[in-house]
């Protein structure tokens, strides 16, 4: 079997990618770096619970553990200035392209990520984000839309008994995940929105 490098965002979401690309023909081999899990407590339990996973799996495991809150932060916060959406677009950017030139640099010819199992994720510009890295690199990027297999990968981990965290891993999206207060700020946005849309909607001749 060909080996090939999957960047795990974490345990639970690489279930079904494992899975899937077994069945094509491939070895994975996972690589878990992921600056921006926080807290601290919640980004060790990630990486234990990914190597129970990789355990559990006979799964290969390279896990970095250098945890970078104030360089994420610093790199969020600045993205975040720039582009309302720059932050997730930065998060992408840094994990992906770390995981293609890791790859380059220990003699994998193709990598992908777990993160394209998530419905939750931005598909499409993680797409680009991977393809631009893979080129930049000279490597290849394997691209399937995992998603069609959330279920089965949500199953497996339960059958694993797996830890399986409730927010995507930043401390934004712990707040967002959390928060009342910004959930009905978030509400009124949506509602303002919809209101000024419906308002501004040209009449039907």
Known sequence: ?????????????SCYPVKRLRELGYEPVGYFFNPNIHPYKEFMQRIETAK??????????IVDDNYQLRDFLTRALSAEAENPNGRC???YTWRLEQAAAFAKENGYEIFTASLFVSPYQQHELMRETAAAAAKKEGIEFFY?????????????SLEMELYRQPYCGCIFSEEERYSKKLRQQRRQEAKAKKQLAAATKPAAK
């Open 1 to 13: 079997m060909k080996k090939i490098l999957l960047h795990m965002c974490c345990g639970p979401c």
């Open 52 to 61: 129970e996973f990789a355990s559990k799996s006979d799964m290969e495991i």
């Open 89 to 91: 677009q930065m998060c």
């Open 144 to 156: 399937e839309d995992f998603r069609p297999g959330w279920q089965t990968g949500v199953d497996i």
